[in-house]
């Protein structure tokens, strides 16, 4: 059985497969925004989240089990992502985001049993380790979205952004968890404001850690490899 870094070639496979899932991400964020605005075509953003949970499935599925629940949490977000254009239902958006949310958290949690198990620094840990700080924020972005459904004016939104088509959570994500804090939207209620604290003190702490971990794994690498 071939062997690399304690795992065999089936994983190995697996593993590349994190950096076709955060080039979907990147594109997510780059191209949708632009096909939207020149010719308004929000299922475009759809066809690119459904790739995201395609994608995040297959990269985190080297065992049955994990295929099977990770596909139980996709359909439901799958399903209120595309129900949306033959009928609006507030109870099944709601239930799809709460899934998409635990399908991000189950994909994170194994990405990072792969990155912590890992004993030389590598393409695969480096890309592993970015892939992690994305989902973070979609997963909070599904979360957040979540709760304003749920509880509707948890989140005050700018004039512009409802111009525009109404709050971009995944947005607001990424602002808090970076925080930036450009105000556009704002979190109103405690849970809202609770909610914003913890997203952007783990997505401090995730970066402070893992540059650490990833430097001290490198640092001792090469001290390895000069002692032999």
């Excluded at 985001?97 to 958290?105: E, K, M, Q, Y």
């Excluded at 480096?126 to 979360?143: K, R």
């Excluded at 952007?200 to 430097?215: D, E, R, T």
Aim: include cysteine.
């Amino acid at each position: 059985m071939d062997q690399r870094d304690g795992f065999p070639h089936g994983k190995v496979l697996r593993k590349r497969s994190f950096f076709t899932l955060l080039i979907i991400i990147l594109a997510m964020l780059v191209i949708a925004p632009l096909v939207n605005e020149f010719v308004h075509l929000r299922i475009i953003l759809d066809i690119f989240w459904s790739a995201i949970f395609i994608a995040a499935i297959y990269a985190v599925s080297h065992k049955k089990l994990h295929l099977i629940i990770g596909t139980l949490l996709a359909l439901p977000m799958l399903a209120s992502f595309w129900s949306k254009y033959f009928f609006h239902h507030t109870g099944l958006l709601a239930f799809g985001s709460i899934c998409g949310a635990a399908f991000f958290c189950l994909a994170i949690f194994h990405i990072l049993v792969f990155i912590y198990n890992q004993q030389r620094v590598s393409k695969d840990l480096i890309v592993g380790a970015a892939l992690v700080y994305f989902l973070m924020a979609l997963a909070w972005a599904f979360i957040v979205g979540t709760v304003e459904l749920l509880h509707p004016g948890s989140y005050a939104v700018a004039q512009s952004l409802k111009d525009s088509g109404g709050p971009d959570f995944l947005y607001y994500s990424f602002v808090t968890m970076t925080t930036l804090g450009y105000g556009d939207i704002t979190p109103l209620t405690k849970l809202a404001r609770s909610l914003c604290i913890l997203e952007a003190v783990i997505g401090q702490l995730y970066l402070v850690v893992s540059v650490a971990w990833l430097v001290g794994m490198h640092v001792s690498q090469k001290m390895t490899e000069r002692s032999k």
